[in-house]
């Protein structure tokens, strides 16, 4: 989710350096996730490891960030969803998206070990849970 807030801040407020993101990141959320230098730089690091953001130095010796064009079109893909997670009470929702981060962060490390079988039988495992998921909170019915 912090990098997801990286991009949405990046495109909605133009340039900033790192402490500026950590601090908007915090009110965003109302302190949902209050990200500390230990997370934020790796986080922007990795962000432009992949060619979504891009930095350059200012006069005071600061790190600048900004999008790329390959990191604004992510984005643009994905903001009605930071946008929904920022307007519905991010507190409310951040656990939720934990649990589901340890889910994907599992499955990854587990994924090279499965025969092709096992892959197809839990993909159609996930799809049965996330129908069941969606009729129980009343979407996609």
Do not use: C
């Not at 991009?7 to 990141?25: A, C, F, P, S, T």
């Not at 230098?37 to 490891?49: D, H, M, V, W």
């Not at 992510?74 to 340890?102: M, Q, R, T, Y």
Request: glycine content about 10%; overall charge positive; hydrophobic content about 40%.
């Amino acid at each position: 989710m912090t990098r997801l807030m990286i991009l949405y801040l990046l495109l909605r407020d133009g340039d900033l350096h790192g402490y500026e993101i950590m601090k908007k990141i915090r009110r965003e959320t109302r302190g949902a996730i209050s990200p500390s230098p230990g997370n934020i730089y790796p986080a922007l690091r990795e962000l432009t490891s992949k060619g979504l953001v891009i930095s350059r130095v200012d006069e005071m010796g600061r790190k600048i960030y900004s999008l790329t064009e390959r990191g604004r079109q992510l984005i643009l893909e994905k903001k009605g969803f930071v946008e929904g997670i920022l307007s519905s009470g991010p507190s409310e929702v951040i656990e939720v998206l934990e649990e589901i981060h340890g889910l994907i962060a599992g499955v990854l490390s587990m994924w090279k070990h499965l025969d092709q079988d096992s892959r197809r039988a839990f993909v159609e495992d996930l799809r049965r849970l996330r129908r069941l998921l969606e009729v129980r909170i009343g979407v996609g019915g």
